[in-house]
């Protein structure tokens, strides 16, 4: 009961945070860590506990993504998948001492990339002239991360979406949510044929997102973009040192 209550907890603050800034994956991927779940089986059911919450985005978006002609949206939607498979099939021959030594690194780089997000993403837009718009090769690579480890994955889409010139941001939102459900989707899709999803933990977890994403809303409007972006790293940082202390026998 005190694991259910903890992964309650986790995946509620995951669905504020995700509402308000980002960085839900620093609460419930470590939440299933501590409560016993295997690391590359609390990465993939993880994705599945914040899946629900991305079509929701994506859906809040739509009429920004109406915008997009539908070849080139699913130009882009099929790029994604196919970095998806590959980066959740990656995660499928990890065995968990491998992906136990990459999480630190990978948690670190998440949080490092969400914390300096504004500036990656203006200094993409201030690169984007001469660049080839919608480079199949940069999304290909950002997918295979989401698909093998999803943590800071937004900040990295609208980045190379400023890379490739986009402005509206509105617009870049909805596709970053529209790519991102479909990237899980695969995700989700493989880890749970692998049978890698912990069902009874993310099914709780699901339920505990979707109420903090509904509480997120008056929560983003009470409190400072600062403070929030400041809690998210304090998480971000002491997560990245417990796995780096963990990986070296502390």
Not at 64 to 75: D, Y
Not at 119 to 135: C, I, K
Not at 151 to 166: E, K, N, Q, T
Request: proline share 4%; glycine share 14%.
């Amino acid at each position: 009961m005190i694991d259910f209550l903890i992964l309650i907890a986790a995946a509620f603050g995951a669905g504020v945070l995700n509402t308000i800034a980002g960085g839900g994956t620093f609460l419930t991927f470590p939440a299933l860590v501590l409560t016993g779940v295997p690391p590359v089986a609390a990465n993939a059911t993880s994705a599945v506990a914040v899946f629900p919450g991305y079509l929701g985005g994506a859906l809040g978006f739509r009429a920004e993504l109406a915008q997009i002609a539908r070849p080139r949206l699913l130009r882009l939607t099929l790029i994604t998948l196919a970095g998806g498979a590959l980066g959740s099939g990656l995660l499928l021959i990890s065995s968990n001492d491998v992906f136990a030594a990459i999480v630190p690194f990978l948690l670190l780089a998440a949080t490092l990339i969400f914390l300096f997000g504004d500036g990656l993403r203006d200094w993409a837009a201030r690169h984007a002239r001469g660049v080839t718009p919608e480079g199949a090769a940069g999304l290909f690579a950002v997918a295979v991360y989401g698909g093998y480890f999803n943590g800071g994955l937004g900040i990295v889409l609208l980045a190379l979406f400023a890379l490739w010139g986009f402005r509206d941001l509105h617009m870049m939102n909805g596709l970053k949510n529209g790519l991102s459900f479909a990237l899980s989707a695969i995700s989700v899709g493989i880890f749970a044929l692998a049978g890698l999803v912990y069902w009874p933990q993310a099914a709780v977890m699901m339920v505990a997102a979707i109420a903090g994403g509904y509480a997120g809303a008056p929560i983003a409007r009470a409190l400072p973009r600062a403070m929030v972006r400041g809690l998210i790293a304090i998480v971000g940082f002491g997560m990245s040192a417990v796995f780096f202390w963990q990986w070296l026998g502390g």
